[in-house]
């Protein structure tokens, strides 16, 4: 099935740092979701993007729709150890009504080092 | 609030055979999707179901099948399993008019 084309694949840093990871697709979506999964857990949505150009916060996460409507980004900062985990970018293709499951990159591991 | 429910939370089948997973969605919520994550990838969705009808579905084989109850809960089939079904099956709900999908935390199937 297709895929988003998310990176970094992995990331390794000190805490406190920032972090900064993305998505892109060939098409366009209406709508990016933002998700965070723990080993054995379900994706917990962190952060949803409707308009183009919608640059949203939760907390230390920001997020950005970007301007075409094919690509997103997550900024997480002063990184904490509990921000590990494996994120995952997903898009809603346009095609009508939510009526269209959602497309998910293969994720960012985010490894943090005290 | 309870949020999305799944059961079993593990399940060991043998090849050929037959499974049922089960999903309740969170409160408020209509409609719900099905997924399966392979390891070390991101989950790919199978099917969407509203008002008890199969609205969506994504590329899979006609072995997987759903059912959706009017108390919106919801139930995954896969028929003639085979060892490449061995994954995480997860479970979504949302609202029919939002996009906001949020996940149980899923079923791990292992097919020997």
């Known amino acids: 099935g297709q895929q988003l084309n998310q990176s970094p694949q992995s990331m390794f840093i000190q805490e406190g740092e920032d972090v900064s990871m993305n998505c892109t697709s060939s098409?366009?979506?209406?709508?990016w979701l933002w998700y965070k999964q723990d080993p054995g857990e379900g994706p917990v949505l962190l952060i949803a993007?409707?308009?183009?150009?919608e640059l949203t916060s939760n907390g230390r996460l920001t997020a950005q729709f970007g301007i075409t409507r094919k690509d997103s980004f997550l900024n997480i900062s002063a990184s904490i150890p509990s921000d590990v985990g494996i994120y995952f970018c997903?898009?809603?293709?346009?095609?009508?009504?939510?009526?269209?499951?959602?497309?998910f990159g293969k994720g960012t591991h985010l490894i943090i080092q005290p | 609030d309870a949020g999305v429910t799944q059961s079993p939370t593990h399940l060991i089948k043998t090849r050929g055979q037959q499974v049922t997973l089960r999903c309740s969605p969170k409160?408020?919520?209509?409609?719900v999707s099905w997924y399966q994550q392979a390891l070390g990838q991101g989950p790919q969705f199978i099917f969407q179901?509203?008002?008890?009808?199969?609205?969506q579905r994504g590329n899979f084989p006609d072995r997987f099948s759903g059912h959706q109850f009017p108390n919106y809960s919801s139930e995954l089939n896969v028929n003639a399993l085979l060892l490449g079904d061995s994954a995480l099956y997860l479970c979504?709900?949302?609202?029919?008019?939002?996009?906001?999908?949020?996940f149980g935390q899923g079923t791990r199937l292992t097919v020997v």
């Open positions: 979504a709900s949302s609202r029919v008019q939002g996009t906001e999908a949020f």
């Open positions: 098409s366009i979506f209406n709508t």
């Open positions: 993007l409707y308009k183009a150009g």
């Open positions: 997903a898009g809603q293709p346009p095609s009508g009504g939510g009526a269209d499951g959602l497309t």
């Open positions: 409160s408020g919520h209509d409609t």
């Open positions: 179901y509203y008002e008890e009808e199969e609205r």
